[in-house]
C-alpha cells in the first residue's frame, strides 16, 4: 500500500511540473510573439509617419511644411544611423557602445519631435514663428550627432575592409608563388641537361676515326632498327605483335636453313658449271 501510494505521488509530482512547464512555455510564447507584434507595428506607424511628413512637405507651405521638414529630416538621420550601427555590431563590437550613444540622442529627438507636433497643431502663427528657430536649431545639433557617428562608423567598416582585402591580396601573391615553383626546377634541370649535353658531345669528339667508321658500318644494319624504334608500339594496338615462329621458337632454325640453302655450292660438280 505504501508502494501504491509513492507511485501515485510521483505520478502527480510528474504531471504538476510538466502542467508548470507547459505554462511557463506558453506564457514565454505569447511574449514573444507580443513583442514580435509590437515591434512589426511599431514599425508600420513608423512608415506611415514618415509617409505622412513627406507628403506634407510637399502638400503644404508656411510653418507647418518647415516643421514636416525638421521632422523627416531628424526622423531620417535617426534612422539612417541604427540602420548603419546595427548593421556593422556583428562585425565590430566597439559599434556597441555608439548604439547606446544613439539611444540617449534618440529620447531626446523623441522629446523633440514631441514639441515639434504639438507645435504643429498650434494656432497662433507668431507663437510659431518664435519657437522653430529654437527647435530647428536643436534638430540640427542631434541631426549632426548622429550624421557624426554613422560617417565614423562608414570610415571604421571602410578602413578594415581595405585591411583586410589587403591581407587577402598578399595571400593570394603567395600562393601564386607556391603554384609557380615549378619554374625554378624546370629551369635547374635545363641548365643540367645543357651540361651533360656538352660532356657527351665532348666525349665523342674524343671517340676517334675508328669509332666513327664502326658506327658508320651499323649504320645499314641499324637503320630498321632506329627507324622501328622510332615509334613505340603500344600492347593493344596489334603493332609489333610477336609472330607464331617467335613464340615457337623456330625463328632462328629456320633462318639459318635459309642460309645454308642460298650459299653457292663447292663440290665437284662446281667446276664443270664453271668451266
Known sequence: MDV??????????????????????TVKAA???????????????RAVETATLKAKTYTKVGPPAQIASVRLKLRTSLDGTRQVLEGGLAQDG???????????????????DGELRVLEREPDTARVAAKLPELRERAERITHAAETMRWAAQDRMHRFADDELSRLSQECESEAGALR?????????SASGAASGTAAASGGGSAGVG?????AGSSGGGAGSSGGGAVRA?????K??????????????LTKLAQRLRK????????????
Do not use: C, Y
Open 31 to 45: 511574449k514573444a510573439v507580443a513583442a514580435k507584434v509590437e515591434k512589426h507595428e511599431a514599425n508600420a506607424r
Open 4 to 25: 501504491f501510494g509513492v507511485m501515485i505521488g510521483l505520478v502527480l509530482l510528474f504531471g504538476i511540473a510538466t502542467l508548470v512547464l507547459a505554462v511557463v512555455g
Open 240 to 253: 609489333g605483335r610477336p609472330s607464331a615462329e617467335d613464340l615457337l621458337g623456330l625463328a632462328d632454325p
Open 94 to 112: 566597439q559599434l556597441g557602445e555608439s548604439l547606446a550613444l544613439l539611444t540617449r540622442l534618440d529620447a531626446h529627438a523623441a522629446e523633440l
Open 264 to 275: 653457292p655450292s663447292t663440290g665437284p660438280s662446281a667446276g664443270p658449271s664453271a668451266s
Open 211 to 215: 669509332g666513327a667508321a664502326g658506327a
Open 181 to 189: 615553383h615549378w619554374d625554378t626546377g624546370a629551369g635547374s634541370g
Open 234 to 238: 603500344g600492347l593493344t594496338d596489334g
